[in-house]
């Protein structure tokens, strides 16, 4: 069946772009008006390859996986977990399999169907692994499991790969020699035979190339050795020899033992350290999203007026973008506490995910104290030393099933330290006054501090306070990587050896050349 290319946007006015397999385009469009799609381009897929081509590497899968894996164990929605991993993702091969996903789950399809249709990118293991979890309900924890595999195969197929460089680069200079041995040593013997009148026989060839034929056999010693020549009319013929050793190989063979002995000890080089950072902080930032914040008292930079959610979105993006190395989560309240953003280092994807919330979709009410104990249960997974909670509020606590001083309380026990924001107007009634006594009551039971913002500068400031009493505290892990040195006496044995051998067979090459030429010039 034909695949399309299209681009569309949904109901929010988002432009989305993915391929889908359909018989003809106007399959494509009735498809996509039926889910609630504007129609803004259709192409068959040989048309658009072009654009979206380029490979999968195995890492990009295995991120890919570990990612998935942390979103579902989070609680995020399958559909919105990859969405967020086809617009996070660098490779652009990978963003068009995942936005077919994408649309594929949207349809109907399970996730494992949904993969199967990308061979080339997600093997036959990992859809039925992937079929197996979602049947299982434990999804999160085959990804997992899966990017733990493809992680290790992957390292095994470097380190075989590693391995196998050095004998490639002996056999490659080995052919390099025998090459240069035939094309350019041997023609010089041809021309040196073929000045003297003699042609460069096979036999002298083989002789050259393969080594000696030796050959025992049974003899008579005489002390009358010429009276026996004499009579049988033979003349002489040279026997065996004792050869000596030379200077050159009385100095090769202690050279060469050292070198064999060096390579056994297996040197090493000792790399300079490798440091690896790691934050000793976890910092969570609750985030207020009741109808009261749709307020505009804020003003922007530029002048223009802004509801209280779109200051804090951009207060809090300079505020996360200053706390690389930590690890930061994001939940969101109203009628009730929700996680929108577990615990991650990819803080793109927690300002992500930050601009994506919108004033209500929490719920109209405020409560304070169910949003400390949703941090509180999210710290229990944490191992980091110092646990932070950020709470920003412009109301009171109108319907917590834990009242915010109790689970105060909790967060203190836990070691969990809460400072608070509040932003609405002390002076208001209902449920709009922001309960100013209540935010202090909590941050001093956890030892934080309180603040209360009246416009967009003071907000920057208190966050900026909060980014220098919060000061990054990072733990470095420092690996010193061996690298093996034991192939370089080995490949110096080797050479060394084959010189010499090469240097004896010239040698005896020119003595048979001067003792055969000799005859001729005479």
Same mark, same amino acid.
């Given at each position: 069946m034909?695949?399309f ?5 949904d109901a ?12 003809n ?28 081509g380029?490979?999968?590497a195995?890492?990009?899968i295995?991120?890919f996986?570990?990612q998935f ?5 989070s609680?995020l929605p399958l ?9 996070q993702?660098?490779n652009?091969a ?17 996730v494992?169907? #949904? ?15 992937v ?6 309900g ?12 493809m992680?290790k ?8 790969k590693?391995a196998m460089?050095?004998p ?10 025998i090459m +240069? ?12 035979f ?14 050259w190339?393969?080594p ?5 056999i049974?003899?008579?010693r ?8 004499a ?8 026997g065996? #020899?004792v ?6 190989q ?12 060096l390579? +056994?000890?297996?040197?090493?080089w ?16 609750a ?15 530029d ?19 200053r706390r690389?190395?930590d ?16 615990f ?21 009410h405020?409560?304070?104290?169910? =949003?400390?104990?949703?941090g509180?249960?999210?710290f229990?997974a944490?191992? =980091? ?8 509020t412009?109301g009171?606590?109108?319907g ?9 309380a ?5 070691g969990?330290?809460?400072h ?7 002076a208001a009634?209902g ?7 209540t ?17 967009r500068?003071?907000?920057?400031g208190?966050? =900026?306070?909060?980014d ?17 040195l ?21 040698r ?7 003792r ?7």
């Amino acid at each position: 069946m034909p695949q399309f290319t299209y681009t569309a946007r949904d109901a929010k006015g988002e432009l989305k772009t993915a391929t889908i397999d359909a018989p003809n385009r106007e399959d494509v469009v009735q498809q996509l008006r039926r889910m609630r799609m504007n129609v803004v381009k259709v192409e068959e897929q040989s048309k658009a390859k072009q654009k979206t081509g380029g490979s999968i590497a195995m890492r990009d899968i295995v991120i890919f996986t570990r990612q998935f894996s942390t979103m579902i164990n989070s609680g995020l929605p399958l559909v919105q977990a990859l969405d967020i991993l086809s617009k996070q993702s660098e490779n652009k091969a990978l963003q068009a399999v995942t936005r077919q996903v994408v649309f594929d789950v949207e349809s109907g399809h399970t996730v494992a169907d #949904a993969l199967g249709k990308h061979p080339k990118a997600f093997s036959d293991l990992y859809v039925n692994m992937v079929a197996a979890g979602e049947a299982g309900g434990i999804l999160d924890t085959i990804l997992m499991r899966l990017a733990t595999f493809m992680e290790k195969n992957d390292a095994l197929v470097r380190k075989v790969k590693g391995a196998m460089i050095y004998p490639g680069v002996i056999m490659s200079v080995a052919a390099i020699a025998i090459m +240069v041995l035939l094309i350019f040593v041997i023609p010089v013997f041809q021309s040196m035979f073929a000045s003297v009148g003699l042609a460069l026989p096979l036999p002298f060839v083989v002789w050259w190339l393969l080594p000696a034929y030796r050959e025992s056999i049974e003899s008579v010693r005489v002390p009358f050795f010429e009276q026996v020549a004499a009579a049988t009319g033979q003349p002489p013929r040279r026997g065996a #020899a004792v050869l000596r050793r030379t200077l050159l190989q009385w100095l090769l063979a202690p050279l060469a033992w050292v070198l064999v002995v060096l390579a +056994v000890a297996r040197p090493e080089w000792v790399e300079p350290p490798l440091r690896k950072t790691e934050t000793a902080r976890d910092l969570l930032l609750a985030v207020d999203l009741s109808q009261s914040m749709e307020a505009r008292d804020f003003e922007a930079p530029d002048g223009r007026r802004l509801d209280r959610l779109e200051a804090v979105k951009l207060v809090l993006e300079d505020f996360i973008v200053r706390r690389r190395g930590d690890r930061l989560g994001l939940v969101v309240f109203g009628d009730g506490a929700y996680l929108q953003a577990p615990f991650t280092r990819d803080l793109d994807a927690c300002r992500a995910l930050l601009e994506e919330t919108r004033t209500g979709m929490a719920g109209p009410h405020t409560v304070i104290g169910d =949003a400390i104990g949703l941090g509180i249960r999210l710290f229990e997974a944490s191992d =980091a030393r110092d646990k932070v909670l950020v709470l920003l509020t412009d109301g009171n606590d109108t319907g917590s099933r834990v009242p915010p001083a109790q689970a105060a309380a909790l967060a203190a026990e836990h070691g969990l330290r809460v400072h608070t924001i509040g932003i609405g107007d002390p002076a208001a009634t209902g449920e709009d006054r922001v309960d100013l006594d209540t935010l202090r009551r909590v941050s001093a039971a956890t030892g934080g501090r309180s603040y209360v913002a009246r416009d967009r500068e003071g907000l920057a400031g208190i966050y =900026a306070e909060l980014d220098r009493l919060e000061a990054r505290e990072l733990q470095t892990a420092s690996y010193r990587p061996r690298r093996p040195l034991y192939h370089w006496p080995l490949g110096a044995v080797v050479v060394l050896l084959f010189a010499y051998h090469a240097l004896m067979a010239a040698r005896r090459l020119l003595q048979w050349l001067v003792r055969h030429a000799e005859p001729a010039y005479a």
